[in-house]
């Protein structure tokens, strides 16, 4: 397999060589735990042509002369055009600011496919990738570090998110500063919030709260938003706790709540300095319906009733608007998945769950999913069913497919699954041996199936003849409208 090259944005780079006016740089311990993990890959670490001009900008000679003399033994691109329709596409105003004009240059170099992954602290530019179609291979260095554990096989923690009322949340955790300092009278409505037992999410760290959200449903149809409505009412994340998809495995929760209590509709009030949300939420149907709020804040809104004639949509744009949970079922395929790999990928599923045990870890909405599998008619929108073979033998989980890649190529794969993979480099490359075809699959998972769907009964209902060995395509319509009723979908 080719080495994985690494990009490094300048602020992961200053990290990297612990430069820092006058101390530590905060974020070197990471830094130097991704280049350590990313050496015994035997990847690569590059730069963009254009770091040295923003190094040239630093104010102080001495940090000037120090930073260049280290880039040089950096591995450098050669300079490159940045389109203009990737400027676009990356939503920047232009004509560009300095600082937008380096980072362009490295969404350019990750848009050409001269490396594989761009590492970046600036929240910014990674709302610029998710605009530009590069988010999944732009990330954060505990994201990175993360991401390098996985493909060197070595075991990755997923975060927890557990339920819990205001009144248990610590009210002076350092997470609640940032938004004291957005709003003076923060305490008061905590206060508030405590006192009406409002539900909320966590994700607790180490030393504190990693991330919060704190829900509210709204009665007085704020912002001329229709039928019952849930407000995300804080939706927060420490700086530290950028790995593991914490953002979109937090929202997962609060989107299973809003579809547990049947929610008509969800929305948030966001600042404009806060806007990094903004590709996340509407990559799962948030939309700007155009209020405003005295602070400025604009207010993002997620519809939850589909109308009749949203029948008509595309089954995947159907899904990201509505869902999750949310289906059309035009065409469906059981995926029959080992129980190692399911567990990986559904660890919310447990079949045995001990009692009292705490809620299971995630690993979010949007996953990937390999197979040797020959067949060519999976397309993104269509259904996706895992079938959990040997123990369950049940139907447990639905997706709807993403994207599709065909490829025997491992460093092509790699790329294309990104941070959701479960797989190290070490299984890809097992799954591509002898120049074999690998299907890799990105899904949107939108519902466990608690109870699941039996072989027996998939036999009896003509979805499949027996237990599925490879990916099997639903085709009779008597299958399909079962399989439609069983999941409480249109027809």
Known sequence: MRPLKLLFDTNVFYACINISPGRQHPDSAEATRLLELLNRHGGEAWLTAATRRDIDRTSSAELRRASNLRRRQWRTLDPLTVPQQLLEKARYQQPLADNDDVDSHMLA?????????????DRALRRHADYAGLGERTMSIPAGIELLERLLGEPTQFPTVRPCLA??????????????????GFD?????????HRQCFAIDGDTG?????????????????????LKISAFVFADRAEGAKREELLLKSVLDYAAGERHDRIYIEIYPHHDRLVPLLERFGFVDCGARTDRGEAVLCKDRRPEAADALLDPLEYHRRFGPPALLVRNAFIVPIQPRWHDVLFPEARAHPELFAPPAPGNAMLKAYLSRSNIQRVKPGALILFYRSQD??????????DGVLRSSDPVEI???????????????AELCADERSVLAVLFRHDRVLPDGWPLDELIRADVVRGAPQTIHEVTGEVALSWIRQRLGVPA
């Open 109 to 121: 170099a990750l848009d050409a496919e001269a490396a594989d992954f761009l590492i970046t602290q």
């Open 167 to 184: 009144y248990g949340l610590p009210a002076a955790d350092l997470l609640f500063e940032s938004l004291r300092a957005d709003d003076s």
């Open 188 to 196: 008061a409505w905590f206060w508030r919030a405590r006192q009406e």
């Open 209 to 229: 709260l990693d991330a919060v959200a704190i829900l509210n449903a709204e009665t007085s149809r704020p912002h001329g938003i229709r039928g019952t409505v």
């Open 392 to 401: 369950r033998r049940a139907v447990t989980a639905a997706g709807v497919v």
């Open 414 to 428: 790699r790329r294309f699954v990104g941070v959701r993979t479960v797989y190290s480099d070490a299984e890809v």
